[in-house]
């Protein structure tokens, strides 16, 4: 006669955990009822699951993205990209500074200045690097303060929304966009500074709220007493400014509403979607270098009649 509960001669053996042979454990994974120790098993909604299930419904469920296509950062991360073009901004103007052997007048006696400062004639001998080295050039620590300050604080928000490789996309083709302008409007006048890629950092954060529906009005005014500035003080590249606010935000434009601009014409996936958004990016570079590269033609074709070379 046998009564329940009672120990029995032969007991049930315990299974092995499938990870650990060695560990014998009555627990299963509730998704594959494979036997798994406790270090083995995570919580999920019903029950437990082991860790190779809890990867593989992982796989399966679609991460959540931006309006513009990047991964939806669910804890607050740290703004690397922008913090990295601080850095390297800080850096080349130490190294100037030192060069020159004056803080305050960092550009006179630099070898590195006069390498990189933006002066359309010698761009259109050839010295191209100068379209974007002037980028990460300050006259003096007020100019770099101010510069940094302002890419600091729209370019964290800037680079949240776009993601890393988008943020980097849009800041490039704004500085480019600036010596573009510059080339075409100030073409005797040498310049420098990160004004131009930080003005289209503000034209893409308008765009970015003005696509989520928000209220734009106080980067719009920033940019509006920006530019005043801008025309108020001399010695200040208001066509700088303008090229690289009108360039960010038309790339910021191309990244945010060409995808749903598409997708309402056809049944695009969102991923494909985003892809055309990365070629409307592309688009926007090509029109600046083009542009870039029609005003090199125009003004080699002056200097040659000037100079008769």
Known sequence: MSHPGWPTDNPVPQPGCTRHPGRVTGLRCNRCNKPYCPECLREAAVGYQCVTCVAEGARTVRQARTIA??????TKTRPTVTLSLI???VVVFLLTAAQAGNIAVNYRGSGIFDAFVLFSPLVALGEFERLVGSGFLHIGPLHLAVNMFALYIVGREVEIVLGKWRYIAVYGISLLGGSAAVMWMQAAVPTAGAS???FGLFGALAIILLRLRQNA????????????????IPGISLWGHLGGLATGAVAAAGLLYAPGWISRKGSLTAERASRIGIIALASVAIVVLASIAVRILELRGLMANIYGA
Request: charged share 0%; net charge neutral; hydrophobic share 60%.
């Open 69 to 74: 296509g990047a991964p939806l950062q669910m």
């Open 217 to 232: 009005t106080g980067v719009f005014v920033i940019i509006g007493i920006n530019i005043f500035i801008s025309v108020t």
């Open 87 to 89: 850095a390297v901004n």
């Open 196 to 198: 131009g890629a930080v």
